[in-house]
């Protein structure tokens, strides 16, 4: 059985249980919570998110970037959010690469570089605020207000709040 077939399984037994409201997609929170795609982040047991509550975006890295300002932006303007969570983490793949190396892989396995950035760090608290910068100085973000940068600890689930640069 492949990984597919067994989430499909899964999604079968599980049924309609899944608590919150589905009536409306505007987060009733009214807050995106932008997050890296590693699987060790269950972002809606973090928070005590139920369905309905917030939007969730993920990346790798969790790092702002163009097409994540455009699905903000539509968060923002078209479905009602006010605030913007950004949550980067410890122990993230990103600081296993460098820009160049998987730039180099990528162009040999397929013959063409990349145009887009790859986003590696290796200083997670200072990609947060760069991050949170990128957002607040965005001119398609309506609330930049309100957007706050959090470090996860996936070993021991704690959340730290990165203060902004001075």
């Known amino acids: ?6 989430l499909l399984r899964r999604n079968r037994a599980l049924g309609n249980v899944v ?4 009536s409306s997609p505007r987060p009733s929170r009214r ?27 993920r990346n790798a890295g969790g790092v702002v970037t163009d097409d994540m300002i455009r699905s903000l932006s539509l968060s923002q ?3 009602g959010t ?12 990103l600081n296993t690469v460098t820009e160049d190396s998987f730039k180099d892989e990528l162009e040999e396995a397929s013959g063409m570089r990349p145009p887009w950035a ?10 947060v605020r760069q991050s949170v910068q990128r957002a607040k100085r965005n001119p398609y973000l309506l609330h930049t207000d309100m957007v706050r940068g959090f470090v996860y600890d996936v070993k021991t689930g704690e959340l730290r709040e990165v203060e902004p640069a001075a």
């Open 77 to 79: 303007r078209k479905l």
């Open 19 to 22: 608590p919150g409201d589905r």
């Open 31 to 57: 807050v995106a919570i932008l997050t890296c795609m590693d699987a060790r982040i269950r972002v809606f047991e973090i928070f005590g998110l139920l369905q309905g509550e917030a939007h969730v975006l």
């Open 1 to 6: 059985m492949t990984a597919i077939d067994e």
């Open 118 to 127: 790859v986003e590696a760090f290796r200083d997670v608290d200072a990609n």
């Open 82 to 93: 006010r605030e913007v969570l950004i949550v980067q983490h410890t122990d993230c793949g």
